[in-house]
């Protein structure tokens, strides 16, 4: 017989069988013994615990099942969100001719430093602050708070769903020079997940972030 200990109940059935219906037979096979009223009361006493223990055992294996089926579950739901997720990626040496190289800026367009600069060899233009030029896309992000810049996002979120055939690659803009947590800017952007904006690609970074949970 195959050795069954990794699940032990709390009294052990004495015969160790391969599948549920076997043990089935063996309870039906006890329930006659008892039936036949020929056992002594030690017997019966011991073929009583041999169903109950027959019985819990079979509840685990059931329990073991249902646990395995939740964890599988568990895991479809997170490779799903896994999948779902739309990375862009932190290093950036080359765009494909239909990528653009989302960054943050600033109103007056003087692409200095940062992901700014990087921009200006993709087509960003020296004193053009917002939205689209060249292979990039610029969103500002230091003239205020926070709040002044969830309007130039949602703008950047509408030209990109009108803009299904561009892969937009966007930074983590407003977290260097700006001075923003990730947590701060990342909410902007639920959004493109929300309504599966399948073409804006997010920082990892913003992910991890509590309100991006899918």
């Not at 020929?38 to 073991?64: D, F, P, T, W």
């Not at 969100?81 to 003087?110: A, C």
């Not at 205020?144 to 130039?152: A, H």
Request: net charge positive; glycine share 8%; hydrophobic share 40%.
């Amino acid at each position: 017989m195959n050795n069954k200990s990794k699940i032990i109940p709390l009294y052990k059935p004495k015969v160790w069988l391969d599948t549920p219906l076997d043990y089935a037979k063996r309870i039906a096979f006890l329930a006659k013994v008892l039936a036949s009223g020929k056992c002594s009361v030690e017997l019966a006493k011991e073929v009583n615990k041999e169903i109950i223990g027959i019985v819990e055992y079979l509840n685990l294996i059931q329990q073991r099942r249902i646990l395995k089926k939740q964890q599988k579950t568990e895991n479809m739901k997170t490779n799903k969100n896994i999948t779902n997720k739309r990375i862009s990626s932190k290093w950036l040496n080359s765009l494909e001719q239909n990528e653009i190289f989302v960054f943050g800026s600033n109103l007056s367009g003087f692409h200095a430093g940062g992901a700014a600069a990087t921009a200006m060899k993709w087509g960003a233009v020296w004193g053009q602050g917002v939205g689209l030029q060249g292979q990039t896309y610029a969103i500002p992000t230091m003239q205020g708070g926070v709040e002044t810049i969830k309007p130039y996002v949602d703008e950047f979120l509408s030209f990109a769903k009108a803009h299904p055939e561009l892969k937009f690659l966007v930074t983590e803009i407003g977290c260097g020079i700006a001075g923003f947590k990730i947590e701060e800017i990342a909410s902007l952007f639920k959004a493109a997940i929300d309504e599966q904006i399948e073409n804006v690609f997010l920082p990892e970074s913003f992910y991890q972030d509590e309100k991006m949970k899918l």
